[in-house]
């Protein structure tokens, strides 16, 4: 089981217990607001995370994440949750421009 500590929201620590499910899936299992406007499709960027550890234990990027690199909509040490999947401990933050005004962020 993967552990995926979210930094900015006050390290929070969700479990991963399936590598078959994107990330974006075990944050909403884990009952947490995050932004996904395109319903976690693979069809935005809002579901951006970025990467502070443990970047060896995602998934190899996705051919939409290598098309939003290439277009400069993804820089580095960013991976869409809805893209990837987690076999290994992890520490994520959300990005500012994907940040909600009803949670409340902390500094990292």
Request: hydrophobic fraction near 35%; charged fraction near 25%.
């Amino acid at each position: 089981m993967s552990k995926v500590i979210i930094a900015n929201m006050a390290n929070k620590t969700i479990h991963a217990d399936s590598t078959s499910k994107s990330l974006l899936e075990h944050i909403h299992d884990a009952e947490l607001d995050w932004m996904h406007a395109c319903g976690g499709n693979g069809r935005c960027t809002s579901c951006k995370a970025i990467v502070l550890d443990g970047a060896e234990h995602f998934s190899p990027l996705s051919p939409f994440e290598e098309k939003c690199i290439d277009a400069g909509k993804l820089k580095e040490g960013e991976r869409l949750s809805c893209q990837c999947q987690v076999n290994g401990d992890i520490t994520i933050q959300v990005p500012e421009t994907s940040k909600f005004p009803h949670i409340t962020y902390t500094e990292v």
